[in-house]
């Protein structure tokens, strides 16, 4: 996957704290960016491109 992700998908803040991470969305592959935070506390994402939701 070459396209990374800037922001959470969850919250929205940008992704430049140590524990955040970028992986590609398991329904359309695009990218999925998560904060340390969000990731924490187990906050559900929604893939902005193909609505798939996920922990």
């Known amino acids: 996957m070459s396209e990374r992700a800037d922001h959470c998908t969850s919250s929205g803040?940008?992704?430049?704290q140590e524990g955040s991470?970028?992986?590609?969305?398991?329904?359309?592959f695009k990218p999925i960016g998560r904060s340390p935070r969000v990731r924490n506390q187990g906050v559900l994402?929604?893939?902005p491109e193909c609505g798939?939701?996920?922990p």
Not at 13 to 16: I, Q, W
């Open 52 to 54: 798939f939701v996920g």
């Open 21 to 28: 991470t970028t992986f590609p969305c398991p329904g359309c």
């Open 45 to 47: 994402y929604k893939c």
């Open 13 to 16: 803040v940008p992704l430049a």
